[in-house]
């Protein structure tokens, strides 16, 4: 029963709303792509919520803010395979803390900035 419960307690936690763990600004020249949480397809940033931000700015250049603790390693790949494939130029600035997982993000962009 008190599994139940907690099952219950997780999920309604998923649902509930609160900040997007990755948002974004675009301008006509540049769009800004916040990653600042971490990355886990269930519970944070996701691979599914990059690609979605970065369809549609192909002609723009991206700077991509990080402020995460890493996460899942198969995410952050899938994402980092998302950012490579763009066309455009990605710039990576580190925000905060760019530890684990989110260090693939970092890596797959055109350039970094600390």
């Known amino acids: 029963m008190k599994l139940n419960k907690l099952m219950q307690l997780l999920k ?4 509930a709303e609160g900040p997007a763990p990755i948002r974004m600004d675009a301008s006509a020249t540049d769009a800004h792509i916040y990653i600042d ?26 700077h991509m803010h990080i402020n995460s603790p890493g996460g899942d390693v198969f995410e952050a ?4 395979a998302a950012v490579v494939a763009h066309p455009g130029q990605v ?8 530890a684990s ?6 890596l ?7």
């Open 12 to 15: 309604d936690n998923a649902r």
């Open 37 to 62: 949480d971490v990355i886990d397809s269930y519970w944070g940033a996701s691979a599914k919520a990059l690609t979605t931000a970065l369809a549609g700015q192909q002609d723009k250049t991206v």
């Open 108 to 114: 797959a962009c055109n350039q970094v900035r600390m």
């Open 77 to 80: 790949r899938a994402m980092a």
């Open 101 to 106: 997982a989110a260090t693939y993000l970092a």
């Open 91 to 98: 710039i990576a600035h580190i925000d905060g803390i760019c």
